[in-house]
């Protein structure tokens, strides 16, 4: 019974629509966070004096860590030994992030697009570490997965001209499972977090939160006058992500608790200017939890 309920539970029989959801999500990401560093790109990774920071300072401090993970340096050097510039191999690296993301809306060479997209991102994420936030953490998640996921989606130009991108699956059900608890350790463990210090408590966090430059857009007498609820958000906050694995789960909470995590995110970004990082964590739980909401044929588990 025990292992009979595990590959129930492990090989459901699922849609395509996550991926779908996942590669559309992702391209329009990639295409927003190329376009919003296209002017900045050398000056952010360059490992000239000119750069903001030296590349060649995170990239030697990544070496203490692993001399594995893709950096740009790899591809600078490939493009020096064929004799192209600092300047213009970084450029290519830009544009090969950019076309990544306009690739991955069409659904056109789905894979192959995301494997680039995941790996130059990594390499950008690896040798940018003085300049990266929770976005791009969640960035390179999200790519991973999307990278091994059951590609080409129904709704994918790469399914229209091979007709190969096929149905409902228990692959499909497997990687969507994975996602699904993989999203559950995350918040997990970001609310437990946040609940062993006070600051979630008594509104203080959310108050350096908000209060920080550049993130602080909302007027502080604004802040004032509303101050008293910000404890209430704190708490709230906290038990939204340590209940996420809980309450997620069944169908009768999981609408709820999903729109109140997607309502969070949207506050984040509204409130702090953090579009991206709200933008890919609202694209990974539609993507993980929102399809069996609205793919009902779908939901029912693999016959044992």
């Known amino acids: 019974m025990f292992w009979r309920g595990l590959d129930s539970f492990l090989f459901p029989i699922r849609s395509k629509t996550w991926v779908t959801i996942l590669r559309i999500g992702l391209g329009l990401q990639l295409v927003i966070y190329g376009t919003s560093l ?178 602080n857009l909302v007027s502080p007498g604004l802040l004032v006058h509303w101050s008293y609820l910000l404890p209430a958000a704190g708490i709230i906050i906290c038990l939204l992500e340590i209940g996420y694995p809980i309450f997620i789960w069944p169908r009768l909470t999981r609408a709820t608790l999903l729109a109140a995590i997607l309502m969070m995110h949207f506050g984040i970004g509204a409130l702090m200017g953090l579009h991206l990082f709200a933008f890919i964590m609202i694209v990974l739980n539609a993507a993980a939890f929102g399809t069996d909401l609205f793919d009902q044929r779908f939901c029912a588990e693999r016959p044992v």
């Not at 004096?49 to 995170?58: D, I, S, Y």
């Not at 069409?106 to 040798?127: K, V, Y």
């Open 38 to 215: 296209g002017q900045d790109w050398n000056y952010l990774f360059a490992a000239t004096n000119q750069g903001l920071v030296n590349r060649n300072l995170t990239e030697d401090i990544l070496n203490l860590e692993t001399p594995l993970i893709p950096r740009l340096g790899w591809l600078v050097g490939a493009g020096r030994d064929f004799g192209l510039s600092e300047e213009w191999m970084l450029r290519l690296c830009w544009f090969g992030l950019l076309t990544a993301g306009l690739l991955l809306l069409m659904g056109w060479f789905s894979r192959p697009a995301a494997i680039a997209g995941w790996l130059l991102h990594l390499a950008a994420r690896s040798s940018g570490g003085f300049v990266t936030y929770g976005v791009d953490q969640f960035m390179t998640i999200a790519l991973f997965y999307l990278a091994i996921a059951p590609l080409p989606d129904r709704y994918s130009l790469d399914n229209l001209l091979s007709k190969k991108g096929g149905e409902a699956s228990s692959r499909s059900g497997f990687q969507l499972r994975i996602l699904q608890v993989h999203l559950c350790l995350i918040y997990f463990f970001g609310g437990l977090t946040k609940c062993l210090g006070a600051g979630w408590w008594n509104g203080t966090s959310l108050w350096r939160a908000l209060t920080r430059p550049p993130f």
